[in-house]
């Protein structure tokens, strides 16, 4: 992946971070066509990509990648609704960019034409946490179905040319490893949000650092929050093992305030 030639990609789903991702692309050479819900026509003028109001059209287009920058939630229902019979390019490559990753493999293999080829990503970032570039930034992938090996690689290389740190791993694996990171990150600022903690004139550096997990949490919808849960099968262990965790804390601190408070036997 040390070159890499112009691609034709297309991104169904321009909100933020389809925007975000597109900037870079384009002053990486590439061409880019975008199709959303919302009429993104002004946004894609100004950044010189050919916006189609009609999926149709778009799907016409002869892309050479589709990249989905859908929700996770509504993934589902975005990929249906595309007329995949209509692809002029029968190999094209569809990736998506979901912070789970088993649920949109299993969608995109059960519903793509056998010809299509399949990228599973997830950019551990966004607009703000790369808005000052990507470098050692994480990008996760799986090769779910790739035959055409030179698109996929001049794909990579968009992450590649930004110094990433490009980590291969398989689906199953990500969403394990995600269960007990991302989920419980976002579970545990949600519950501090719901706690309502504020900063106090005598706060701790470890406070504090509660305070911006609370903060950078809640800047995240609650849409990706249950789409963590509802689309991760490992999610729902990690929720009750963090319960079970903090009961057994709570159950440890009442034992040790029981023998402190009784009485000293001589």
Same mark, same amino acid.
């Given at each position: 992946?040390?070159?890499?030639?112009?691609?034709?990609?297309?991104?169904?789903?321009?909100?933020?971070?389809?925007?975000?991702?597109?900037?870079?692309?384009?002053?990486?050479?590439?061409?880019?066509?975008?199709?959303?819900r919302?009429?993104?026509?002004?946004?894609?003028?100004?950044?010189?990509?050919?916006?189609?109001?009609?999926?149709?059209?778009?799907?016409?287009?002869?892309?050479?990648?589709?990249?989905?920058?859908?929700?996770?939630?509504?993934?589902?229902?975005?990929?249906?609704?595309?007329?995949?019979?209509?692809?002029r390019?029968?190999?094209?490559?569809?990736?998506?960019?979901?912070?789970?990753?088993?649920?949109?493999?299993?969608?995109?293999?059960?519903?793509?034409?056998?010809?299509?080829?399949?990228?599973?990503t997830?950019?551990?970032?966004?607009?703000e946490?790369?808005?000052?570039?990507?470098k050692?930034?994480?990008f996760?992938?799986?090769?779910?179905?790739?035959?055409?090996?030179?698109?996929?690689? %001049? =794909?990579? @290389?968009?992450?590649?040319?930004?110094?990433?740190?490009?980590? $291969?791993?398989?689906? /199953? #694996?990500?969403?394990?490893?995600a269960?007990?990171?991302?989920?419980?990150?976002h579970?545990?600022?949600?519950?501090?949000?719901?706690?309502n903690?504020?900063?106090?004139?005598?706060?701790?550096?470890?406070?504090?650092?509660?305070?911006?997990?609370?903060d950078?949490?809640?800047?995240?919808?609650?849409?990706?929050y249950?789409?963590?849960?509802?689309?991760?099968?490992?999610?729902?262990?990690?929720?009750? %093992? =963090?319960? @079970?965790?903090?009961?057994?804390?709570?159950?440890?601190?009442? $034992?040790?305030?029981? /023998? #402190?408070?009784?009485?000293?036997?001589?």
């Open positions: 992946m040390s070159s890499s030639r112009s691609l034709k990609i297309g991104i169904v789903g321009f909100g933020s971070f389809g925007q975000f991702l597109a900037k870079t692309m384009i002053k990486q050479g590439h061409t880019l066509t975008a199709t959303s919302t009429d993104y026509t002004h946004s894609c003028l100004q950044l010189g990509i050919q916006f189609f109001r009609d999926v149709r059209t778009f799907i016409e287009a002869n892309n050479d990648v589709i990249l989905i920058c859908t929700s996770i939630l509504s993934f589902s229902k975005v990929l249906s609704s595309l007329p995949l019979s209509c692809l390019r029968p190999k094209t490559l569809f990736v998506d960019v979901l912070s789970v990753k088993e649920h949109p493999r299993d969608l995109l293999l059960r519903v793509l034409p056998e010809e299509s080829d399949i990228l599973c997830h950019p551990m970032f966004g607009p946490s790369g808005k000052d570039g990507w050692d930034l994480t996760m992938y799986d090769k779910v179905r790739i035959r055409d090996e030179d698109t996929c690689s %001049n =794909l990579l @290389h968009v992450f590649v040319s930004e110094d990433c740190r490009m980590l $291969q791993m398989s689906c /199953e #694996e990500h969403d394990k490893i269960a007990k990171s991302q989920f419980i990150t579970t545990v600022g949600r519950t501090l949000a719901e706690m903690i504020e900063s106090t004139p005598i706060d701790t550096k470890g406070f504090q650092t509660l305070i911006q997990l609370k950078t949490t809640m800047r995240d919808s609650f849409d990706l249950s789409g963590l849960f509802i689309c991760n099968r490992f999610a729902h262990q990690e929720l009750e %093992n =963090l319960q @079970h965790a903090l009961h057994k804390v709570k159950e440890t601190l009442i $034992q040790r305030k029981s /023998e #402190e408070l009784s009485p000293k036997q001589d």
